[in-house]
């Protein structure tokens, strides 16, 4: 049945090891997290691809090569940009000659490493999916949100739009695909946000431009990061949080090492710990962003607090198990 508008979310998410070492093949873990982008579809009678962020205040329409901004400046053009990629990737699947409207609402801090982008992406692939009628599957929701991955920064792993697509904690591992992994017990965690926005791109770069420099040194580093990611799927799987907490300290270090790390994560970071976390480390590319710390559930508040007393904004976070999925 041809709906008329179509409404679907994505999660955000967090990296729980193995960010950045995963662009070199490493395995990482990821977590989805109950924070979601939405984004609605409708077909226009137009052939325009029109974009409305509310959030970001950024709105207009593509036509053919050109933009035309409704709300934001120029500007807008470059951030609206990946979800047209999205919309026409979609579109060509369709063979529909149509105009399509797409809003996107979402909760996600932006540019703050929790994948807001994958997750608005993902969103928009199934409600402009759905509205033509056309049924994709999730490997096929991937691929057309990782289109828009490539066009936000040149290399990503992949990381996010798998996360946003299957939910739950995955072991992910760049053209190997992932596996499920099966929790025990909760996680019981916060994300600290610095408010410091950044470039993964830059950052992927920067890391880059390290490892050329000393490749002896940062390759067994890279491989220390891929094995703290593996033992970390043990402990995740007995629920064993001290180790867990352990193993973030430990690929927290490694971050450092790589230089992806700055004065506005550390302070949070340091405060967690001094909460009496069990573990803390930057979440995503770094420079700013997020953080994550992993507590006692009856250490929350506590760690919450202290991340605040240091001027970030803290909240408690949950794990999602669905992906992306249509709302009613
Ligand atoms: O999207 P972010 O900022 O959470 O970072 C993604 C994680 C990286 O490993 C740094 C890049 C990637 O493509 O995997």
Request: with cysteine.
């Amino acid at each position: 049945m041809q709906l008329l508008r179509v409404v679907a979310s994505a999660p955000a998410k967090i990296i729980l090891f193995g960010e950045h070492f995963v662009v070199y093949g490493e395995p990482a873990i990821v977590m989805a997290i109950d924070k979601r982008a939405y984004a609605s579809a409708e077909i226009r009678k137009d052939k325009r691809i029109y974009i409305n962020s509310a959030d970001l205040g950024m709105s207009g329409f593509f036509e053919g090569e050109n933009f035309h901004e409704e709300r934001g400046s120029q500007a807008a053009r470059r951030t609206l940009e990946p979800l047209k990629i999205t919309v026409q990737k979609v579109l060509e699947r369709s063979k529909r000659n149509v105009g399509i409207s797409v809003e996107v609402r979402s909760g996600i801090p932006v540019a703050a490493g929790l994948g807001s982008s994958a997750a608005v992406a993902t969103a928009v692939a199934v409600a402009v999916g759905r509205v033509l009628d056309l049924e994709l599957s999730k490997e096929e929701i991937f691929h057309v949100s990782y289109e828009a991955e490539r066009y936000v920064h040149g290399t990503p792993s992949g990381i996010d739009p798998t996360i946003s697509t299957y939910g739950g904690v995955l072991l992910y591992r760049k053209d190997k695909g992932f596996s499920q992994i099966r929790v025990k017990g909760e996680i019981p965690l916060v994300i600290g946000d610095t408010g410091v926005k950044r470039s993964t791109g830059d950052l992927v770069a920067n890391v880059h431009e390290v490892s050329k420099q000393y490749p002896s040194v940062i390759k067994p580093l890279l491989k220390i990061g891929g094995k703290i990611a593996l033992r970390a799927v043990e402990a995740l799987e007995t629920g064993d949080l001290h180790t867990l907490g352990e193993l973030m300290n430990i690929n927290h270090g490694l971050l450092c090492a790589v230089s992806v790390s700055d004065v506005s994560l550390e302070r949070l970071i340091y405060a967690a710990r001094g909460a009496d976390a069990l573990g803390a480390k930057l979440t995503g590319a770094g420079g700013g962003g997020c953080m994550i710390a992993l507590a006692e559930p009856d250490k929350l508040v506590r760690v919450v607090a202290a991340i605040e007393s240091v001027g970030g904004k803290a909240f408690v976070v949950r794990m999602a198990d669905e992906g992306v999925r249509i709302e009613d």
